[in-house]
């Protein structure tokens, strides 16, 4: 009987992803474990396993196209087999939540063994862990009784399946950048800066941004830095690294800075996760610091790299881009002075970094003397956030720049 390959959901936000390539073709042999297609998020690029085995009899999503969570993808059966009365592709995901779920019963399958451990295909664990679904409880339709990844979204939802026939879909080639007649360049928007302008626009529709600016001596934490880097030649700190750090420790004292906004209450959160924008060629990603006031700095700064070259590799897991409470971006290497940053929503605040730059400021003596001196913008939701509370916090974050023991007293 022919199966149907859907868009899986891969993290808790995913509404749709786009057909990157295609590694099986119609007509090929596929084993259970085979990379069927690649598919791209705003987030991350991932392969699609198969979990049965039989021939690839029909691809429906082409290369290039944005299909929905639970969107059909293609069909595998048996060699021969005709597909023309199979389910039609799944709903947008609005309409998907809209519809009433069938009961259906289970089959009874033994996934797990005497001993306890849950027979899972690795891609079925990892869709498992970020959908929230607990595996015991999951009856698996693979070889002896294995729970494969249709399974896991079967668990999650459970749609009305609708008996129509697959209309045939022509082959839409890759989007790919227009030449106009005046030499203008058309370049279809990808899925992450769809994403990105979306969540820039809602973010200033919604949240009432207020930015606020100091600037700061960090002639000792560059001292800090530069021993820092002397004594560890394992590691390399950068001053996102001891940002992320203050930022957490500062955050710490003043919980009402961590903290979000629904429509009638407001979240003080325990755990503070600091986000680290980083920038592509093609957009701007946010992979997350968990727990950064638990961490020493030395593990901060090991994290962050991880984090970044994961970003720059696109290898980032949603749980490493996901649950942040504050976020810091940083252009002080692009020779930025200081800007306005958008707030990365549901977060209360988020802190803009400019460069560092040696001018002449008058000491407590009232002596000129030469300084390195560094403007922060701190733009928050002042829905969440009032102007003293976030003063406040940007003032300890300037003590600690100005002189990093007093984040110990």
């Avoid at 399946?161 to 045939?168: D, G, L, M, W, Y």
């Amino acid at each position: 009987m022919a199966t149907e390959i859907i868009m899986p959901q891969l993290g808790l936000t995913m509404e749709e992803g786009t057909i990157a390539k295609w590694i099986k073709q119609v007509g090929d042999k596929v084993a259970v474990g085979d990379v069927l297609v690649e598919i791209t998020t705003d987030k991350l690029s991932s392969e699609i396993e198969s979990e049965v085995e039989g021939v690839l009899l029909k691809i429906v999503a082409q290369e290039g196209e944005d299909i929905p969570v639970k969107g059909l993808l293609a069909i595998i059966g048996a060699e021969g087999e005709q597909v023309g009365a199979a389910s039609a592709p799944a709903a947008k995901k609005e309409e998907v939540q809209s519809e009433a779920p069938k009961a259906e019963a289970q089959p009874k399958a033994a996934s797990v063994t005497e001993g306890g451990r849950v027979k899972a295909s690795p891609l079925a664990k990892k869709i498992a862990s970020e959908l929230g679904v607990d595996l015991s409880t999951v009856a698996g339709s693979g070889p002896n009784g294995r729970i494969v990844q249709k399974d896991v979204l079967a668990a999650e939802v459970k749609p009305a399946v609708v008996e129509k026939a697959v209309p045939e879909v022509k082959a839409a080639p890759a989007a790919a950048p227009v030449q106009t007649a005046n030499a203008d360049v058309v370049k279809p928007l990808t899925n992450m800066r769809k994403v990105i302008a979306k969540r820039m626009q809602q973010s200033k529709n919604t949240a009432p941004h207020v930015t606020i600016t100091t600037e700061v001596n960090v002639d000792k934490t560059i001292a800090l830095r530069s021993k820092l880097n002397a004594k560890n030649a394992d590691v390399r700190f950068s001053y996102t690294d001891i940002l992320v750090k203050m930022c957490a420790t500062a955050l710490r004292n003043y919980p009402k800075i961590n903290a979000s906004i629904t429509e009638d209450s407001m979240i003080f959160h325990d755990k503070i996760n600091i986000g680290v924008a980083v920038a592509l060629d093609d957009g701007l990603i946010v992979p997350v610091v968990s727990n950064a006031d638990r961490k020493g700095l030395k593990a901060i700064t090991k994290e962050t790299k991880d984090l970044i070259n994961k970003a720059r590799t696109n290898t980032l897991s949603p749980d490493e881009m996901s649950g942040a409470t504050f976020t810091i971006s940083n252009l002080g290497s692009y020779d930025i002075d200081g800007f306005t940053p958008v707030i990365n929503l549901p977060e209360a605040a988020i802190l803009g970094v400019g460069r560092i730059v040696k001018k002449p400021i008058v000491n407590e003596n009232d002596e000129i003397v030469p300084a390195s001196m560094m403007v922060l913008s701190m733009s928050f939701d002042h829905r969440v956030v009032d102007g003293a509370q976030a003063a406040e916090f940007l003032k300890a974050l300037k003590g600690y720049l100005e002189d990093p023991d007093n984040m110990y007293v």
